[in-house]
C-alpha cells in the first residue's frame, strides 16, 4: 500500500525536479529535443494510428506490470495529440490493462499471477481480495490506494463479480489520469496555476484514500477478530 510517508516523498521529489525543469534552460532545451527526436520518428506520428495503438499498448502494459509506468510517455502524448487525445488514449489502456489483469487472474490463477506479481505482494494482499465481495467501498479504495497492477489480478483470483471491477475502476482511474494528463502538461507549459490547482488535488485525494483504505481494512479486521 501506498503509505503516507511515500506519497511526501513522492512530493518532495516532484517539487525538486520541477524546480530543476523551471530553472534550467539546458534542462529544459535537453529535454525538447529528446520529445522531438522521438516525436520525429517513424513509430511515432500525430496523424499515425499505430502511434495511437503503441501508446495505448504501454499504457496497457502500464496496469499489468509492476516496473512499468505511462507517467513517463505522457509527455510525448501531449505533445503529439493534445491534452484530450492523451486523456482518451491514457485512459483506454488503462481500462483494458485492468481487464486483462482481470482476465489472467480469474481463469489463468495463482501459479501465473506469482510469476507477474512477487509472492510477499499476494501474501500481503491476498487476504483482503478475499473478503471482497463484502465492501464495495474496499474495491474503490484500493484502485486508488494500492499499486495500479495489484487489485486486477486479485480480484480475479477471487472471482470478484467482473462488471463491479470494472466499474470500480472507470470510477477511481477517470479522475487520476485527468490530474495525470494536465498536470504533466501543466509543467511543460509551465502552467504554475494548473500546476498548483493539479498538484493539490492530488495530494488532498491520495491523503483521503489512503486513510480511508487503512481505516476501512482496520474496521474488517476488526469484525473478524469479534
Known amino acids: ?22 530553472g534550467s534552460n539546458t534542462v529544459e532545451n535537453y529535454f525538447k529535443t529528446i520529445i522531438a527526436s522521438i516525436t520525429n520518428t517513424n513509430y511515432f506520428d500525430s496523424e499515425s494510428w499505430s502511434s495511437m495503438a503503441i501508446f495505448g499498448a504501454l499504457a496497457v502494459l ?5 516496473s512499468f509506468s505511462s507517467i513517463w510517455i505522457i509527455p510525448i502524448a501531449i505533445s503529439l495529440w493534445g491534452d484530450s487525445l492523451t486523456l ?7 481500462l483494458l490493462g485492468s481487464i486483462f489483469s482481470y482476465i489472467i487472474g480469474r481463469y489463468a490463477g495463482y501459479p501465473i499471477v506469482r510469476k507477474i506479481i512477487s509472492e510477499e505482494k499476494i501474501n500481503n494482499y491476498s487476504e483482503i481480495f478475499s473478503r ?21 489480478y486479485l480480484l480475479g483470483i477471487a472471482k470478484y ?11 477511481s482511474e477517470i479522475p487520476y ?32 484514500m489512503v486513510k480511508m483504505y487503512k481505516k476501512v481494512v482496520s474496521e474488517k479486521n476488526t469484525t473478524m477478530l469479534s
Request: no cysteine; hydrophobic share 70%.
Open 62 to 66: 502500464s496496469v499489468m506490470l509492476v
Open 177 to 208: 489520469a485527468i490530474v495525470a494528463v494536465y498536470f504533466i502538461d501543466a509543467i511543460i507549459n509551465k502552467n504554475i496555476t494548473v500546476f498548483l490547482f493539479a498538484g493539490i488535488i492530488w495530494i488532498i485525494a491520495a491523503m483521503a
Open 88 to 94: 482518451a488514449l491514457l485512459l483506454a489502456g488503462w
Open 161 to 171: 463479480p467482473f462488471f463491479k471491477y470494472l466499474f470500480a475502476t472507470i470510477i
Open 1 to 22: 500500500m501506498i503509505a503516507q510517508s511515500k506519497i511526501l516523498k513522492i512530493i518532495l521529489l516532484v517539487i525538486i525536479l520541477v524546480a530543476i525543469f523551471w
Open 132 to 152: 471482497a465481495r463484502e465492501s464495495f467501498n474496499l474495491i474503490i479504495l484500493s484502485r486508488f490506494a494500492l499499486p495500479s497492477e495489484i487489485p486486477g
